[in-house]
């Protein structure tokens, strides 16, 4: 399985972090579960639903880490999306790193892999 990224607000990872899990963001609790993006999706993601918000992280995390609660399913342009139907363990994560807006899109520089 890929590694799969969630992009969210620093300040909302770094209550996650304190707690030891990750609800999600508003919009994933509205849906009932977790929004996650490929490498090949995660720069669309953050130009449609982050464009212009600096602040932000881009959580790595191990697709297979997270079981059968994780789920593909068809959402933008018919890709398929992973999505988590529990919260996410702060421990099942890989890595967090600064996604930095440079005035006219974020900079993924070398972390998307």
């Given at each position: ?11 909302l ?13 508003p ?7 977790i ?11 953050a ?5 212009g ?22 959402s933008r342009g018919?890709?398929?999306f992973?999505?988590?139907?529990r ?8 890595s ?10 974020h ?7």
């Open positions: 399985m890929p590694v799969i990224y969630k992009i969210a607000p620093a300040s990872w770094r209550e996650a972090e304190k707690a030891g899990v990750f609800i999600g963001a919009v994933d609790l509205a849906d009932g579960f929004h996650f993006s490929t490498a090949n999706q995660a720069r669309e993601t130009a449609k639903h982050f464009a918000q600096s602040d932000l992280v881009l959580v790595s995390i191990d697709a297979k880490r997270l079981g059968a609660e994780l789920k593909w399913e068809p018919g890709d398929l992973p999505h988590l139907y919260p996410l363990l702060v421990e099942e994560t890989s967090v790193d600064p996604l930095p807006w440079n005035g006219h899109s900079d993924f520089g070398a972390i998307l892999r």
